[in-house]
T-cell receptor, first 106, second 113 residues
Framework: GIQVEQSPPDLILQEGANSTLRCNFS?????LQWFHQNPWGQLINLFY???GTKQNGRLSATTVATERYSLLYISSSQTTDSGVYFC????????FGAGTTVTVRA | ETGVTQSPTHLIKTRGQQVTLRCSSQ?????VSWYQQALGQGPQFIFQ???????GRGNFPPRFSGLQFPNYSSELNVNALELDDSALYLC????????????FGPGTRLLVL
């Protein structure tokens, strides 16, 4: 099956810092997605980004499908950005990476 | 919030028991998928239901079974619980025509002792 790898596994940020999370996937797909899981377990859809760049507030994402990777950018991080960020691809099911745990300190 | 609800929120069972978890899909969504998320890992696909039938299954044994009802709500049943079944169980709904765009419920945390 398709392999999804995320890096780094953990990230500790000071409030206000910027960061980049990476997602590599093994096969050609056109439906890369990013999710945020809050400390209570709720998974929230951030971006559906098969290719190109999208922005939503302080978050933005870029997918280069031909090179099989995607990047999630967090700018001016806030404590509410803490949680686990997952990327996932869909081939009859969602296949998730292991996630990047982000901790933003005040 | 996504409009997907799950019950119960938490559950404690003992090894060998059976458990039923419930999920109500978002309005207008006719497809329900279930995922198991062990501590520190990403969600793993269990199965998907569409038109009240299982439509795709991940690498889970037959003691994991499900149902979908005419109102598109769904149940996940796990028989003969094992300690490794302790996890967060997530339900996601989507329209069949956009099955890749799934919206998740808050999950049920199951602890097997």
């Amino acid at each position: 099956g398709i392999q999804v790898e995320q890096s780094p596994p953990d990230l500790i940020l000071q409030e206000g810092a910027n960061s980049t999370l990476r997602c590599n996937f093994s096969d050609s797909v056109n439906n890369l997605q990013w999710f945020h899981q809050n400390p209570w377990g709720q998974l929230i859809n951030l971006f559906y980004i098969p290719s190109g760049t999208k922005q939503n507030g302080r978050l933005s994402a870029t997918t280069v499908a031909t090179e099989r990777y995607s990047l999630l950018y967090i700018s001016s991080s806030q404590t509410t950005d803490s949680g686990v960020y997952f990327c996932a691809v869909f081939v009859y099911k969602l296949s998730f990476g292991a996630g990047t745990t982000v901790t933003v300190r005040a | 919030e996504t409009g997907v609800t799950q019950s119960p929120t938490h559950l404690i069972k003992t090894r060998g028991q059976q458990v039923t978890l419930r999920c109500s899909s978002q309005s207008g969504h006719n497809t329900v998928s279930w995922y198991q998320q062990a501590l520190g890992q990403g969600p793993q696909f269990i199965f998907q239901y569409y038109r009240e039938e299982e439509n795709g299954r991940g690498n889970f044994p037959p003691r994991f079974s499900g149902l979908q009802f005419p109102n598109y709500s769904s149940e996940l049943n796990v028989n003969a619980l094992e300690l490794d079944d302790s996890a967060l169980y997530l339900c996601a709904s989507s329209p069949w025509t956009r099955a890749e765009t799934q919206y998740f419920g808050p999950g049920t945390r199951l602890l097997v002792l």
